[in-house]
Structure formats: structure tokens, C-alpha cells
């Protein structure tokens, strides 16, 4: 569980919504917090290896697209933990999201797709169990995030060009990406008190 005064930050957080949602494929991202002896983690999955997964082995929060039958965005935050880590919707309590993001489409012809980041509050002790989706799970601190001399920089190479790119390593498991701007967007938030 997260403080009270928490809940009321994640609730006023001034989350951007793209302007480009209602024309865009839609999918969420579920970021649940807990309160922990040791200071406030946020839940990740590493994703399981598979070779048309563009994503594959990245480590990320669990979510994906909104199905037809979702009633709204949060219902597909739920949906997509439920799924991939058995966790019940009454076992975490929306709290506030943060802006949305534009995920470029990995393949030609592919739409492009807005990501909601939807942040929750554990309720009780979770106690996930990973689907075929996920290769492990783990509760990251975010005062590691928070924690500048832990940010590092890669070089990754797409269509002939390299680019530097931002990551943190914890835990052998390297955070950067849509993840990263996430979790950066989080600790601004954090910050704001």
C-alpha cells in the first residue's frame, strides 16, 4: 500500500493525452506501486523471448493493446495484469496515470500506437504468476531511478544510424526505451512534493 499523500499526487499529476488518440491503435501499461520496508518499487516483467516479438526479452511494464470489448483504457491495464501475471483487479487500486506515449510502429504498414501508462497501488501482498508472455518478474526501487549517477548510455544502430540512448542496469536487467520514459515521467512526479 502507498500513503495517502501519494494516492492525492498521482491523482493530480497533469498527464498528457495526446491529441492523436481517438485515430491511433490504443494500448496500456499497468505500473503498480508498493510500499515495501525498504522504500517504494514499482512492479516489471521481462518479457519472453520470441522471435516476432519486437520486444522480445525487454524488460517493460505489463500491458498491451486494448481489446474491442474493453470498456476503457484502465479496464485494459487490469485485463493485460490479469493475463500476464494473475493478478486480480481487486488486488490494486487505480491511482493516477501518467502522459501518453507514441509507440512507432516496428513494422511497415503497421498503425501507430498510443500508450497509456496507468500507476496503481498494491492493496494487498501480490503474488504474481507469470503466463508464457513473461520470461521473470520483479519489484524494482525507484530511488534507484531516481538516482542520476545509476543512468547509463548505450548505442544501439537502426536503419544504418547509431543512436545514444539512456538505460539503467539493475538487478542484470537493463530498463530503457518507452519503459525508461515511463519510469523518468514517474520520478518527476515523485519529485513534485
Known sequence: MISAALQQQCQQWPAEKKWYRPISQRAAVCIILDQQPDGLHMLMIQR???????WSGQMGFPGGKQDLDDANITI????????????????IQRVGRLSDILARPYRAFKPAMTVTPIIFAANDQLSPSANHEV???????????????????????????????PFYEFANKRVWGLSLMMIDELCHLLASE
Open 76 to 91: 485494459t491495464a487490469l485485463r493485460e495484469a490479469s493475463e500476464e501475471l494473475s493478478i486480480a483487479a481487486k488486488s
Open 135 to 165: 520470461q521473470d518478474w520483479l519489484w524494482l526501487p525507484l530511488d534507484f531511478f531516481q538516482d542520476q549517477q545509476n543512468r547509463q548510455a548505450m548505442q544501439i544502430e537502426k536503419a544504418g544510424l547509431s543512436h545514444e540512448l
Open 48 to 54: 519472453a523471448e520470441h522471435p516476432n516479438d519486437p
